[in-house]
């Protein structure tokens, strides 16, 4: 069982970043595919970024690649979505999810066990 709290959200203007942090508790927790997923008001949840349970691969949606960074400290038990050039699209409530069968790449959410409640990002023109 993996308990996970995000944090870390905000309102800050376009052009701007934000670091979430996702929190997780359970010993197993560096063993698991880590994403963060979004959903903006009247969409669908939609997947971000993951990595792989090393940290040595990562993968990430079109709509953010090369303006949002997902990275983990095992040791802490924590996971971040760096996130900069911020757009008003950006808006949405982020989701942390884990994988606990390892595979990685996966951008369904259906294949995530675990999710935290989400952190508000809101995005200011």
């Known amino acids: 069982q993996v308990r996970l709290v995000e944090s870390g959200g905000g309102l800050v203007q376009a052009g701007g970043s934000l670091r979430l942090s996702c929190a997780a508790s359970?010993?197993?927790?560096?063993?698991?595919?880590m994403a963060w997923f979004r959903q903006a008001p009247g969409k669908e949840r939609e997947f971000v970024a993951t990595?792989?349970?090393?940290?040595?691969?990562?993968y990430y949606a079109d709509s953010v690649k090369g303006r949002f960074t997902i990275s983990r400290d095992n040791a802490k038990n924590t996971i971040y979505l760096q996130t900069s050039s911020l757009k008003p699209e950006d808006t949405a409530v982020y989701y942390c999810?884990?994988?606990?069968?390892?595979?990685?790449?996966?951008?369904?959410?259906?294949?995530?066990?675990?999710w935290g409640q989400g952190t508000q990002v809101t995005v200011s023109s």
């Open positions: 359970g010993r197993t927790f560096s063993s698991y595919t």
């Open positions: 990595i792989s349970w090393s940290g040595s691969s990562t």
């Open positions: 999810a884990a994988d606990s069968k390892r595979t990685f790449g996966v951008t369904s959410r259906i294949s995530y066990d675990y």
